[in-house]
């Protein structure tokens, strides 16, 4: 099971910033790509950002393109999460998670099917 911790969450103003983090274990984050989804109550899980094992190819969701920024510290085993002129929208319960394959050079990642508590962002408008 993958153990990941989420951090970082608040209760904040609209057009306001913050920052994400999820910390893992050398074991579940090295050779990794990363990913941020959010979900808020009664909806699906939605995909945020991503970035490969190596801190290239980041992808965005386009609700969050421009305002959000993933980046990794590999020598930390943490990846986060900018985001920046929030909005009430973003309101949600963000987790993170990872690819299941180790190395995967490929784009259309698969993310394990376990989950931490995640991180509450509350955006207020």
């Known amino acids: 099971q993958v153990q990941l911790v989420e951090s970082g969450g608040g209760l904040v103003q609209a057009g306001t910033s913050l920052t994400l983090s999820c910390e893992g274990s050398?074991?579940?984050?090295?050779?990794?790509?990363m990913g941020w989804f959010r979900q808020v109550p009664g909806k699906e899980r939605e995909f945020v950002a991503s970035?490969?094992?190596?801190?290239?190819?980041?992808n965005y969701a386009d609700s969050v393109k421009g305002r959000f920024a993933i980046r990794r510290d590999n020598a930390k085993n943490t990846v986060y999460l900018q985001m920046t002129s929030l909005k009430p929208e973003d309101t949600a319960v963000y987790y993170c998670?990872?690819?299941?394959?180790?190395?995967?050079?490929?784009?259309?990642?698969?993310?394990?099917?376990?989950w931490g508590q995640g991180t509450q962002v509350t955006v207020s408008s």
């Open positions: 998670n990872t690819e299941k394959r180790p190395w995967y050079t490929g784009t259309d990642y698969t993310w394990n099917d376990s």
């Open positions: 050398a074991r579940t984050f090295t050779g990794y790509a």
């Open positions: 970035i490969s094992d190596g801190g290239g190819r980041p």
